[in-house]
């Protein structure tokens, strides 16, 4: 048995490697790409509305030269910032081949963030949103994940793919009705078992984290006129509170680190405060 220390304490550093970051102008991406930034990752902010998503990018930026001097000897990575809807793949190949291309490297990190909920009674719901939203939260996660892979496994080179799922793929939240996308994470928590197998053999490891409720400008959008809904989904948390997007980072770094997991793949990480214990 090697005991060296490389061998037996993980490194959650990240130099050299490259992160593309879906949904990189959403709550939970503010915090994951600063924490990615941190351990020396180069990051690709992707979303749908280039100037939120370039903003994003400056702020992240002046972040790290602010934050990071002097606190580990490597530079601050690069950051860059781009526009996509990751329901259209053509839009995503285009988008990732110009990622390579701009940091001049194959990215072997990516963490699809991307996504939205909306609220339907079933009986009510119509087809085009239906449609709508399994197409950017469902197939957008294949069509990302493929995307991703295929310069990899031209070039010989291994990854992790981090699929944002959710306890709604596995739970049914209440009171607010939301069943396509309900169906959409469970399908993002199966895709991932099945893509972890198909791409083990090329060394690409596939897994979800999939939280509970967060407060970001998703939930927001769901709370707001409803002061109601806050404390019911609150009190159905054990830890009786929802949770701040920072809480999901050490998740994220444990999945990204080709040493702390690096015999995990087709997991799905629920963070959630004991939500789907009761
Ligand atoms: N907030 C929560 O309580 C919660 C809980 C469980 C899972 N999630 C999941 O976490 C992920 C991040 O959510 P968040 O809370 O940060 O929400 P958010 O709304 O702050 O961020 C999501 C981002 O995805 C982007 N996006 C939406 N559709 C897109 C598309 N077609 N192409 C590219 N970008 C697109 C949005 O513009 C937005 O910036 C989502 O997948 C969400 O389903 C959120
Ligand atoms: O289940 C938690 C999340 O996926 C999300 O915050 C919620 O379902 C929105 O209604």
Not at 167 to 177: A, E, F, H
Not at 212 to 220: D, E
Request: include cysteine; hydrophobic fraction near 40%; aromatic fraction near 8%.
């Amino acid at each position: 048995m090697d005991y060296s220390y490389d061998n037996v304490v993980p490194s959650f550093r990240l130099d050299g490697r490259l992160a593309i970051l879906t949904g990189g102008s959403g709550g939970l991406a503010a915090v994951v790409s600063r924490a990615l930034l941190a351990q020396g990752a180069q990051i690709a902010l992707l979303d749908m509305n280039l100037e939120r998503t370039k903003a994003a990018a400056k702020e992240l930026e002046t972040w790290g030269q602010e934050s990071l001097k002097g606190a580990h000897e490597s530079p601050v990575g690069a950051v860059s910032a781009w526009s996509c809807n990751i329901g259209d793949f053509e839009q995503v190949e285009e988008c990732f081949k110009n990622i390579n291309e701009h940091h001049d490297m194959v990215a072997d990190l990516l963490i699809n963030t991307a996504g939205y909920c909306e609220n339907f009674p079933a009986e009510e719901y119509p087809s085009a949103n239906a449609e709508g939203i399994l197409k950017v939260n469902g197939l957008g996660a294949f069509y990302v994940s493929q995307a991703f892979a295929r310069p990899l496994i031209s070039s010989n080179k291994k990854g992790s793919i981090i699929l944002v799922g959710s306890m709604s793929g596995t739970i049914v939240n209440d009171p607010q009705p939301q069943c396509m996308y309900n169906m959409s994470k469970a399908g993002v928590i199966h895709l991932t078992r099945s893509l972890a197998c198909e791409w083990a053999k090329f060394n690409i490891r596939v897994n979800t984290l999939s939280p509970g409720y967060i407060l970001t400008p998703l939930t927001r959008n769901v709370i707001s006129g409803h002061s109601d809904m806050k404390e019911a989904w609150e009190s159905k948390v054990p830890m009786k509170r929802m949770a701040e997007p920072k809480e999901f980072v050490g998740s994220i770094l444990y999945l990204a680190s080709e040493s702390a997991s690096s015999y995990t793949t087709g997991h799905n990480l629920v963070v959630d405060g004991g939500y789907e214990c009761w």
